[in-house]
């Protein structure tokens, strides 16, 4: 095993990855009641069977990320794409959820093809630094969004269409504000675990005080995975409509993985020569775990920048992931206190409106001097929550990029790519309206 991973060679040892490997679960363990709540309980599907599909996926990706890239980084469903795959796609289009797993499953077969043939070190070099960022930041506003809409702490509003719900003195949202101060004393405290720990602690002075069904039990057999097991619609999500989904869910996912393996691998010490070993072997691990994923019955699986937390102590090797991997497929067995949790919005947003803060740091990222750049970014954060799609914002960042670096005299600077992204999603637009 030592030589396996190269402890030696990474300067650690089992007991420092183990370590790090649990670190990094109970950072990321909030994906295991959150996504249930957004695919289960929103978005129509089964919930126990999202959960085994959550946690299985989670366990998957980041034991092939450990084997086959040796890299210490943890993989699950995104909390960005899963609540673009329910509020978007199947809730706000009225598409069926086999069929958006179907559009996860072509997504990640698509990545799998662009890892494998390079092409998509030519696609990331193509898109500018600002519209990443945007759409990063624009993912964290809109989830920040959804969590306070969840809350009931935003409510709709016929004069302004959203206000401020006129009684703050409900139990539910009074827990939503409890949960969210205590998990910004935590990250504040720099407490492991902040978000993860701000859930429990939440859901604990709920059961205390009546808002939260004490659940029968501790843990239990895990649910049937039957109900999404291989439910994906891939034929209906080949459907001209779909290209905009599609396309969102792998840029959504070739950006932030991409942004995440040199994040975390420059953190631990892994970049040669500002380049990523092994990078080929990360995608791939990150693709074949969005197509189990998809046919499991969960929305699209990425790398995960909590993987920092395992790394800041001291994990620099694949079996930080397979520690990881190991506690996310056990975690199948807590499914009685998953399915107390997840089902009260008070505990859930808390932990969607921080991570929302967390995605929003790449808004410094921006050049916000220059108008050229400036106005897509903004105008790709501004229409995700505005028009309560992921999808949308991105396209719109997609068509004015272009336009406005023509406007500068920049026409020369942007890449094909970008021209050829522009006039489909203007056509999309006109032929088929709102993405």
Not at 108 to 137: C, D, Q, W, Y
Not at 171 to 176: D, E, H, N, R
Request: hydrophobic content about 55%; overall charge neutral.
């Amino acid at each position: 095993m030592a030589r396996f991973f190269g402890f030696a060679e990474h300067r650690t040892d089992l007991k420092t990855e183990m370590m790090a490997g649990a670190t990094t679960f109970l950072t990321m363990a909030y994906i295991l009641l959150v996504n249930p709540f957004l695919l289960g309980k929103e978005a129509g599907m089964d919930f126990g069977a999202v959960f085994v599909a959550t946690a299985v996926s989670a366990g998957l990706g980041t034991l092939l990320m450990g084997l086959l890239a040796n890299y210490p980084i943890a993989l699950a469903p995104g909390i960005g794409l899963s609540a673009y795959f329910t509020y978007t796609v199947v809730l706000g289009m009225g598409v069926s959820w086999q069929a958006a797993l179907g559009a996860v499953f072509i997504s990640g077969l698509v990545f799998f093809v662009l890892t494998v043939t390079k092409v998509r070190e030519m696609i990331i070099n193509a898109i500018p630094p600002g519209l990443k960022h945007a759409v990063s930041s624009g993912i964290g506003l809109f989830i920040a969004f959804v969590g306070l809409k969840n809350a009931e702490v935003l409510v709709a509003d016929e004069s302004t269409f959203i206000a401020l719900n006129s009684d703050l003195t409900q139990p539910g949202i009074l827990l939503t504000f409890f949960g969210l101060i205590l998990t910004l004393f935590l990250m504040i405290r720099q407490w492991k675990g902040a978000v993860f720990f701000g859930v429990i602690g939440t859901a604990v002075v709920g059961m205390i005080f009546g808002v939260v069904e004490m659940p029968s039990k501790l843990f239990d057999q895990p649910p049937s995975p039957a109900p999404t097991w291989m439910q994906m619609d891939i034929a209906g999500a080949l459907e001209l409509g779909f290209f905009a989904i599609v396309f969102a869910f792998i840029f959504v996912d070739l950006f932030d993985t991409a942004g995440t393996l040199v994040g975390v691998t420059n953190q631990a010490g892994l970049l040669k020569n500002n380049k990523l070993p092994r990078a080929g072997r990360a995608l791939t691990a990150d693709s074949l775990a969005t197509m189990s994923g998809a046919a499991l019955g969960t929305s699209t699986v990425t790398s995960y920048i909590e993987s920092t937390a395992g790394v800041a102590s001291g994990g620099r090797t694949g079996m930080t992931s397979v520690t990881t991997a190991v506690l996310f497929l056990l975690s199948v067995f807590f499914f009685p206190l998953v399915e107390s949790f997840a089902s009260v919005s008070a505990i859930t947003s808390p932990a969607l409106i921080i991570v929302g803060v967390l995605m929003c740091k790449s808004l410094k990222e921006i050049e916000w001097q220059d108008v050229s750049e400036s106005v897509p970014a903004f105008l790709t954060v501004l229409m995700m929550p505005l028009a309560f799609s992921i999808a949308t914002g991105i396209a719109i960042g997609f068509i004015m990029y272009p336009l406005a670096k023509v406007f500068a005299g920049k026409a020369r600077d942007v890449h094909p790519i970008l021209y050829i992204l522009a006039i489909i999603f203007m056509v999309r637009f006109a032929l088929l309206g709102n993405i």
